[in-house]
């Protein structure tokens, strides 16, 4: 039997994105914690903490999504935590997220000048209090037109953990596809929705950056 | 609570080493057409025609909008169903160049605009064309400020070759998948995988930028950094 | 009993040696105008004083606090000790009044209403009580200054560090910092300054040190050290500075 792609399949895509931006944004939850546990470590004054925070970057920066999701799967299974495969797609993808946020935020810290860390010293505040009002404020105007772009390779990269059966946006394409064999509409309207999603924050990022860079020049 | 057993994953490291294997002529495929793909739409981006300048920004902006591994169901399954025949490898290929083009596109772009408009003026004063121009006064320069981003580039699209297995390309991570469906050492196999994507990333970074010190380092230009998303498409 | 005592002070960085045992004592009130080319460790000197810079020998006792650079005795220190720096840093996500009021609180937890007045009247000294909410960006390079003064002072040092605060500024500015800190020591606050501004060592600082080589090469009040030069070093420099 098979179905003609139509309205309601329109419909049960568009339904299934609700996935991707469920995934998306528990990833880039718990990400978020772990990429700032990771910036900080990455900056912190000890050197042994700071090798572990750099070689913990490498490693999730120099394996594919799927791999760290089939590692986290199944890892998770071999340990004896029997997770819902949304679980733990989400924990993988928030792993993904950590490398690249921790390493974004490092720089962005980073950039900074030496000068603000050295007044903000001379005043007598301790590295937490210098931390919270002098440099992370700064640092966020900074970080926050890259970061707003990764969203958009979180929400893309969402589209690989269809393969253990999460009925996101790109498992649907597959069902739908798999009901009607009308490959090439039904793909052309997975990708425009992702791009629906997407292009927005690539627009946000990039008129973040412009402004910055104008208050920078200012 | 693990107990690990590598032993049945390594009885089948013939599989494993014609993945990796696949994986590396998938990426080296797509990075040399991939490469070739940004310079030219670059190129246009900067001195084209006005609507090819404008379906150039089209195109950079669908592919980096949209998820990999829909252009590679949009380029495997979608095109067989308009009379283009096409195998899952070269689908592959396709999707991989098309992707990395764009993003290459933006690297190479950025490249050129920080080449200082004296020094085309210069160019053009000695009456040369503008592709002239472009070849022999703006392109080194553009492609050595931008190489430490272009490597970050080229291995993302290394790892990105991973999706191919979705439609059943055998490359590292289709190998692995197979395997663990035989082995049922699941956890082992993407261990092993893991490790290999790892090393092959940071051999393919330090390789690159020895070969970038050999190609730029005496012509004395400095990087620039960039803001572009470069992470994994 | 002196405010401020420097002994045989060694720093070295890297191979390269910039203060060679340095010894200086400093009274209650006085301004001390530390001169010299660039590299003989002036500037160091200073920085080694608010604990910036780490020392590799000597001894380092100031406004009652022996230097020391675990991070609670550094802050009890450097809540009596105030740097200014050539290049500001202000906090540039602040404004003015936040700049100076962020370490009353943070350090000696004065709450937010009596940090603002606080704020107010330190830019009031200032000449500031206008630019209360002004973001650095909107200030002029001679108003940051006096801003980043304030902040210092709000924190009542009892010692004041200035390091060539006026070199980054136009000329037409540096009369606006420098008339702040002369009232600052008419006022009785004792001041050390790296500075090029040879009439304000001249005319402001009770005492001149001359630096040559990472060593105190002349030092004593301005008016006999200025008219009568011991050492051909300093001559030369005078010479120089006054072209």
């Given at each position: 039997?098979?179905?003609?792609f139509?309205?309601?399949?329109?419909?049960?895509?568009i339904?299934?994105?609700?996935?991707?931006?469920?995934?998306?944004?528990?990833?880039?939850?718990?990400?978020?914690?772990?990429?700032?546990?990771?910036?900080?470590?990455?900056?912190?004054?000890?050197?042994?903490?700071r090798?572990?925070?750099t070689g913990?970057?490498?490693?999730?920066?120099?394996?594919?999504v799927?791999?760290?999701?089939f590692?986290s799967?199944?890892?998770?299974?071999?340990a004896?935590?029997?997770?819902?495969?949304i679980?733990?797609?989400?924990?993988?993808?928030?792993?993904?997220?950590?490398?690249y946020?921790?390493?974004?935020?490092?720089?962005?810290?980073?950039s900074?000048?030496v000068?603000?860390?050295e007044?903000?010293?001379?005043?007598?505040?301790?590295?937490?209090?210098?931390?919270?009002?002098v440099?992370?404020?700064?640092?966020?105007r900074?970080?926050?037109?890259?970061?707003?772009?990764f969203?958009?390779?979180?929400?893309?990269?969402?589209?690989?953990v269809?393969?253990v059966?999460?009925?996101?946006?790109?498992?649907?394409?597959?069902?739908?596809?798999?009901a009607?064999?009308?490959?090439?509409?039904?793909?052309?309207?997975?990708a425009?929705?992702?791009?629906?999603?997407?292009?927005?924050?690539s627009?946000?990022?990039?008129?973040?950056?412009?402004?910055?860079?104008?208050?920078?020049?200012? | 609570?693990?107990?690990l057993h590598?032993?049945?994953?390594?009885?089948?490291?013939?599989?494993?080493?014609y993945?990796?294997?696949?994986?590396?002529?998938?990426?080296?495929?797509?990075?040399?057409?991939?490469?070739?793909?940004?310079l030219?739409?670059?190129?246009?981006?900067?001195?084209?025609?006005?609507?090819?300048?404008?379906?150039?920004?089209?195109?950079?902006?669908i592919?980096?909008?949209?998820?990999?591994?829909?252009?590679?169901?949009?380029?495997?399954?979608?095109l067989?169903?308009?009379?283009?025949?096409?195998?899952?490898?070269?689908?592959?290929?396709?999707?991989?160049?098309?992707?990395?083009?764009?993003?290459?596109?933006?690297?190479?772009?950025?490249?050129?605009?920080?080449?200082?408009?004296?020094?085309?003026?210069?160019?053009?004063?000695?009456?040369l064309t503008?592709?002239?121009?472009?070849r022999?006064?703006?392109?080194?320069?553009?492609v050595?400020?931008?190489?430490?981003?272009?490597?970050?580039?080229?291995?993302?699209?290394?790892?990105?070759?991973?999706?191919?297995?979705?439609?059943?390309?055998e490359?590292?991570?289709?190998?692995s998948?197979?395997?663990?469906?035989?082995?049922?050492?699941?956890?082992?196999?993407?261990?092993?995988?893991?490790?290999?994507?790892?090393a092959?990333?940071?051999?393919?970074?330090?390789a690159?930028?020895?070969?970038?010190?050999?190609?730029?380092?005496?012509?004395?230009?400095?990087?620039?950094?960039?803001?572009?998303?470069?992470?994994?498409? | 009993?002196?405010?401020?005592?420097?002994?045989?002070?060694?720093?070295?960085?890297?191979?390269?040696?910039?203060?060679?045992?340095?010894?200086?004592?400093?009274?209650?009130?006085?301004?001390?105008?530390?001169?010299?080319?660039?590299?003989?460790?002036?500037?160091?000197?200073?920085?080694?004083?608010?604990?910036?810079?780490?020392?590799?020998?000597?001894?380092?006792?100031?406004?009652g606090?022996?230097?020391?650079?675990?991070?609670?005795?550094?802050?009890?220190?450097?809540?009596?000790?105030?740097?200014?720096?050539?290049s500001?840093?202000?906090?540039?996500?602040?404004?003015?009044?936040?700049?100076?009021?962020?370490?009353?609180?943070?350090?000696?937890?004065?709450a937010?209403?009596?940090?603002r007045?606080?704020?107010?009247?330190?830019?009031?000294?200032?000449?500031?009580?206008?630019?209360?909410?002004?973001?650095?960006?909107?200030?002029?390079?001679?108003?940051?200054?006096?801003?980043?003064?304030?902040r210092?002072?709000?924190?009542?040092?009892?010692?004041?560090?200035?390091?060539?605060?006026?070199?980054?500024?136009?000329?037409?500015?540096?009369?606006?910092v420098?008339?702040?800190?002369?009232?600052?020591?008419?006022?009785?606050?004792?001041?050390?300054?790296?500075?090029?501004?040879?009439?304000?060592a001249r005319?402001?600082?009770?005492?001149?040190?001359?630096?040559?080589?990472?060593?105190?090469?002349?030092?004593?009040?301005?008016?006999?050290?200025?008219?009568?030069?011991?050492?051909?070093?300093?001559?030369?420099?005078?010479?120089?500075?006054?072209k």
């Amino acid at each position: 039997m098979i179905r003609n792609f139509g309205p309601s399949e329109i419909l049960f895509l568009i339904e299934s994105a609700r996935w991707t931006l469920l995934l998306t944004f528990l990833a880039a939850a718990f990400g978020a914690c772990g990429g700032l546990a990771v910036a900080l470590a990455r900056v912190a004054q000890t050197r042994a903490i700071r090798n572990f925070a750099t070689g913990y970057i490498a490693v999730v920066q120099g394996i594919p999504v799927l791999i760290l999701l089939f590692l986290s799967y199944y890892g998770l299974s071999r340990a004896g935590f029997n997770l819902p495969p949304i679980v733990a797609a989400s924990i993988s993808l928030a792993i993904y997220a950590s490398g690249y946020l921790g390493d974004i935020w490092q720089g962005a810290i980073q950039s900074v000048p030496v000068q603000q860390w050295e007044a903000s010293a001379s005043l007598a505040l301790t590295r937490p209090q210098q931390y919270r009002t002098v440099i992370l404020p700064q640092a966020v105007r900074i970080a926050l037109p890259p970061t707003v772009g990764f969203l958009v390779q979180l929400v893309k990269n969402t589209s690989i953990v269809s393969i253990v059966s999460v009925v996101e946006l790109a498992r649907a394409g597959q069902l739908v596809n798999n009901a009607t064999f009308q490959p090439f509409p039904v793909f052309i309207t997975v990708a425009a929705i992702y791009f629906v999603i997407c292009f927005p924050l690539s627009l946000a990022s990039r008129s973040l950056e412009m402004k910055f860079n104008a208050y920078r020049g200012g | 609570m693990f107990g690990l057993h590598f032993g049945p994953v390594f009885a089948r490291s013939d599989a494993l080493v014609y993945g990796f294997w696949l994986t590396l002529q998938l990426s080296a495929s797509a990075i040399v057409l991939g490469s070739l793909v940004g310079l030219s739409a670059a190129a246009v981006r900067n001195m084209g025609p006005r609507p090819l300048r404008w379906l150039v920004q089209t195109y950079v902006e669908i592919i980096r909008n949209t998820p990999f591994l829909v252009q590679l169901y949009i380029i495997f399954f979608g095109l067989p169903s308009l009379g283009f025949k096409i195998n899952a490898i070269e689908a592959g290929i396709l999707a991989m160049t098309i992707n990395l083009g764009a993003y290459s596109t933006e690297i190479f772009r950025a490249g050129i605009e920080s080449v200082h408009r004296s020094q085309i003026e210069a160019g053009q004063a000695l009456a040369l064309t503008r592709l002239q121009v472009f070849r022999h006064i703006v392109l080194v320069p553009a492609v050595a400020r931008v190489w430490p981003s272009l490597v970050s580039q080229f291995i993302l699209i290394m790892l990105t070759s991973s999706v191919c297995s979705f439609i059943s390309v055998e490359e590292l991570s289709g190998a692995s998948y197979t395997i663990q469906s035989e082995t049922f050492q699941s956890f082992e196999v993407y261990i092993v995988a893991g490790l290999v994507y790892l090393a092959l990333a940071l051999v393919l970074k330090m390789a690159f930028a020895a070969l970038g010190m050999r190609l730029f380092s005496r012509r004395r230009i400095k990087p620039i950094a960039l803001h572009l998303p470069e992470m994994q498409p | 009993m002196p405010i401020v005592v420097v002994d045989n002070l060694r720093k070295s960085f890297g191979p390269l040696e910039v203060l060679k045992g340095v010894s200086l004592t400093v009274e209650r009130g006085q301004v001390v105008a530390l001169l010299g080319r660039s590299g003989s460790g002036k500037s160091t000197l200073l920085r080694c004083l608010n604990g910036l810079e780490t020392i590799d020998s000597g001894r380092i006792e100031i406004a009652g606090h022996k230097m020391d650079y675990a991070p609670r005795p550094l802050r009890e220190l450097r809540k009596d000790v105030g740097i200014v720096f050539q290049s500001f840093n202000l906090f540039p996500h602040l404004t003015a009044a936040e700049n100076v009021m962020l370490a009353p609180r943070l350090a000696m937890k004065i709450a937010r209403p009596a940090a603002r007045q606080l704020a107010e009247e330190m830019l009031a000294k200032v000449g500031l009580a206008d630019k209360l909410d002004a973001h650095p960006d909107q200030l002029s390079g001679g108003q940051q200054q006096r801003v980043a003064i304030a902040r210092s002072l709000a924190m009542q040092p009892k010692v004041m560090l200035f390091d060539e605060v006026t070199s980054a500024l136009d000329p037409e500015l540096t009369g606006e910092v420098l008339n702040v800190m002369a009232a600052l020591a008419a006022d009785g606050m004792t001041m050390l300054l790296v500075t090029h501004e040879m009439g304000f060592a001249r005319n402001v600082a009770t005492t001149s040190v001359f630096m040559h080589g990472g060593l105190i090469h002349e030092s004593g009040p301005p008016a006999t050290m200025f008219a009568a030069p011991r050492t051909p070093e300093f001559q030369q420099f005078i010479g120089q500075s006054l072209k």
